[in-house]
């Protein structure tokens, strides 16, 4: 039970991700096996989703495009690029926008 205004993880996140992560990685090569397997299988739902989760961890996931208008009603294009989908240089020069430390 949770008390109003009292944090219900009072120390924060746990310090030991980066171990996590370590201990994870150790499971690429499987975990990419088994996508493989359930994208070669018959069921159409299972192969889309794993056939879309390699795609996306061997290139990263396509950039995403928002059109908006201005004041006067004409569109203006914005692209919008998550940096750690990309390497810095697939983005062009003229976007790059330097990342705060």
């Known amino acids: 039970m ?11 996140r746990p310090k030991n ?3 996590v992560r370590v201990l994870a990685k150790r499971y690429t090569q499987e975990a990419l096996e088994k996508l493989v397997e359930w994208m070669r299988s ?9 056939a879309m989760a390699i795609l ?3 290139h990263g996931k396509p950039a ?5 208008a ?6 203006l294009g914005m692209a919008v690029v998550f940096r750690d989908r990309l390497p810095d240089d697939r983005i062009p020069a003229e976007t790059r926008v330097p ?3």
């Open 17 to 19: 991700t980066h171990d």
């Open 56 to 58: 996306d961890r061997a």
């Open 64 to 68: 995403q495009t928002v059109q908006v």
């Open 99 to 101: 990342l705060s430390s």
């Open 2 to 12: 949770f008390i109003k205004g009292q944090s219900g993880n009072p120390s924060g």
């Open 70 to 75: 201005d004041e006067s009603g004409l569109p």
């Open 42 to 50: 018959d069921n159409p739902k299972a192969s889309v989703a794993a």
